[in-house]
Structure formats: C-alpha cells, structure tokens
C-alpha cells in the first residue's frame, strides 16, 4: 500500500504516500484514520472473497492440493443438516 499514517503535533494525523512521497491527507482524527483502513479493509475482502467464487464458479481449483469436495465434507455434516 504504501501509507504510513504519521502523528501530528497537533493530535491528529496525517497519511504520507511513499508511492507518490508525498502527504495524501492531513489533519484527520484518530477516529477517521481507523474508519477509513476499516472501509479499505472491507473493499480489499469482498473483493479477494469475489475472485475466490469466481474461481470456484469457474470449475477451477483455488485451494490447489487442498481442496476438498463436497463428498469429502459431507461426512463430517450432521445429518440433520442434509
């Protein structure tokens, strides 16, 4: 990513892109900075979760040598779940 979230004098904080060497937001409180990595976060697991389905969708193996099939799994389901 390249954010280094710095604190300022001040309290609050300031996020500097070593991407682009330079400050890419300023004066944000603390509150703010958790909120905004918490939204990224969200964005960057629906979209690994999404390629993960669309994978398995696909018929391909994501999970390589891994990988179970549902005849592998269902054992291991109560029954009155089936």
Same mark, same amino acid.
Not at 1 to 7: L, N, S, T, V
Not at 9 to 16: D, H, K, L, Q, R
Not at 34 to 39: A, R
């Given at each position: 990513?390249?954010?280094?979230?710095?604190?300022q004098?001040?309290?609050?904080?300031?996020?500097?892109s070593?991407?682009?060497?330079?400050?890419?937001?300023?004066?944000?409180p603390?509150? =703010?900075?958790? /909120?905004?990595? %918490? +939204?990224e976060?969200?964005k960057?697991?629906?979209?690994?979760?999404?390629?993960?389905?669309?994978?398995?969708?696909?018929?391909?193996?994501?999970?390589?040598?891994?990988? =179970?099939?549902? /005849?592998?799994? %269902? +054992?291991?389901?109560?029954?009155?779940w089936?």
């Open positions: 990513m390249g954010h280094q979230i710095i604190k004098p001040n309290g609050n904080y300031s996020i500097y070593s991407v682009t060497e330079s400050i890419i937001g300023y004066e944000i603390r509150e =703010e900075i958790i /909120e905004y990595y %918490k +939204k976060a969200c960057k697991a629906e979209k690994n979760t999404k390629e993960l389905l669309d994978k398995i969708d696909a018929g391909d193996n994501p999970y390589y040598q891994f990988a =179970e099939t549902w /005849e592998d799994v %269902k +054992k291991t389901i109560p029954k009155e089936l």
